[in-house]
């Protein structure tokens, strides 16, 4: 059974920064892209940045020169450090990989943790 461990979220104020981690376990042959998601109240889920196995990435518009995006392959690991951080960084943040059990390759989310940026 794959499993994905999401933390790091919390409360902090305007300004300031969390770092998320997100570990994958189980029986697994090999992990590929891996993401980052976040869903606001009211809103849809949105991809905030995304991680290949070779290290390229990608982000969102409006977390970029704030947010990286790494992963620790050895430990089937992605980070998420996010700086600077706006009211509006405020959401449920979930993480999301491309997993291959087997000869299968699937899709596989966390269960969220919460970040919230407030005086």
């Known amino acids: 059974q794959v499993q994905l461990d999401e933390s790091g979220g919390g409360l902090v104020q305007p300004g300031g920064s969390l770092r998320l981690s997100c570990a994958v376990s189980?029986?697994?042959?090999?992990?590929?892209?891996m993401r980052w998601f976040r869903q606001a109240p009211g809103k849809q889920r949105e991809l905030v940045a995304a991680?290949?196995?070779?290290?390229?990435?990608i982000y969102a518009d409006s977390v970029k020169g704030r947010f990286t995006i790494s992963r620790d392959n050895a430990k089937n690991t992605v980070y998420l450090q996010m700086n600077s951080l706006k009211p509006e960084d405020t959401a449920d943040y979930y993480c999301n990989a491309d997993i291959r059990v087997r000869t299968t390759v699937t899709g596989y989310w966390g269960q969220g943790t919460q970040v919230t940026v407030s005086s």
């Open positions: 189980g029986s697994i042959f090999s992990v590929y892209a």
């Open positions: 991680i290949t196995s070779g290290g390229s990435t």
